[in-house]
């Protein structure tokens, strides 16, 4: 199966920057589409961005649009989420999904990999 391991959460104050990175196993990674999607306290699992097999196509909340950046690196099998002039409201469990059929979509419905999580927690 494929495994992806996020890393890169921690403590930030508001207005500050973070960047997450996912690593995935496998050499079919190039093929999927793969997402970002964060979890609060009390929430549930939402979508902060996607990119397609490619990277040339991504997805962002409207909350994180501008903020955020998703990108990838095909040959090292990662995505990246790059998180400027962050906000309270950003603070979550971050993870890092795969898509193997490259729907490509914001729904966590679609996304058949998971990894653990790694929490974001932004401070005022």
């Known amino acids: 199966q494929v495994q992806l391991v996020e890393s890169g959460g921690g403590l930030v104050q508001a207005g500050g920057s973070l960047r997450l990175s996912c690593a995935a196993s496998g050499r079919t990674f190039s093929s999927y589409a793969m997402g970002w999607f964060r979890q609060a306290p009390g929430k549930e699992r939402e979508i902060v961005a996607a990119?397609?097999?490619?990277?040339?196509?991504?997805i962002y909340a409207d909350s994180v649009r501008g903020r955020f950046t998703i990108s990838r690196d095909n040959a090292k099998n990662t995505v990246s989420l790059q998180m400027d002039n962050l906000k309270v409201e950003d603070t979550a469990v971050y993870y890092c999904a795969a898509d193997s059929l490259n729907y490509f979509r914001s729904s966590s419905r679609y996304y058949d990999y998971w990894g653990q999580g790694t929490q974001v927690t932004v401070s005022s």
């Open positions: 990119i397609n097999w490619s990277g040339g196509n991504r």
